[in-house]
């Protein structure tokens, strides 16, 4: 009937559109530079990623070597809050985030204190990864610390030796260098698409994509 028609055209728009998008982004990667991964850099996943965990993630690495490859994702954020997840921490008032679906309930921190915090391991100039945790519940009881200055994550993203190198055969990730403001971005929701945006104009209209092309 009629309404069988129309919905056979919209659904041949659709199967076009997402096409289309597909096409543009294959001939853009072929044309792209790609970096390798390593320690400060960051992966972005690929616009056509749907993985629940990493869709749209942007994701730090702090680890990577022949071992293997730790990071965290940079914009998931949940619903808990720091105190929420550590009983015996003091009172502080910062966002969990999701830093990967490894170990979950183990607790990791970004921050930009420095040598205030001994143990910790600097992974990009000013951004360091960890520390000694009785130190910095010290400094965050003497309010040495904001929120602003370290960033807390349940668990991280981990992969085995080579099986990033595999996924970045397969079009999984985009690499890009870090930027300082996109650890602690105050905008989480929208950092997959500022870092696209940082990253030349052909990644730019990767953006603008919609999440998923068949719905456009």
Request: aromatic share 10%; with cysteine.
């Amino acid at each position: 009937g009629k309404i069988d028609h129309v919905l056979r055209r919209q659904s041949d728009r659709n199967q076009l559109t997402h096409t289309n998008c597909l096409l543009k982004y294959k001939h853009m990667r072929r044309k792209a530079v790609h970096l390798d991964p390593e320690v400060g850099r960051i992966l972005i996943s690929e616009p056509f990623l749907l993985d629940s965990y990493f869709k749209r993630a942007v994701i730090l690495l702090g680890e990577h070597s022949e071992e293997g490859t730790v990071g965290f994702i940079l914009n998931k954020p949940t619903d808990m809050h720091l105190n929420d997840a550590l009983e015996d921490f003091p009172p502080f008032d910062a966002p969990l985030y999701f830093g990967g679906p490894v170990q979950t309930d183990t607790i990791h921190f970004l921050h930009t204190l420095g040598q205030k915090l001994e143990g910790s391991k600097e992974i990009l100039p000013g951004i360091f990864w960890g520390g000694d945790l009785e130190m910095l519940k010290l400094l965050i009881d003497t309010h040495q610390v904001t929120k602003n200055d370290i960033r807390f994550f349940a668990g991280y993203s981990g992969w085995e030796p080579q099986q990033l190198t595999e996924e970045l055969k397969g079009h999984t990730w985009l690499i890009s260098n870090c930027q300082k403001d996109f650890a602690f971005s105050e905008h989480p929701e929208e950092l997959w698409g500022e870092v696209l945006k940082t990253m030349g104009s052909q990644y730019a209209i990767l953006a603008n994509f919609p999440d998923d092309p068949s719905l456009n």
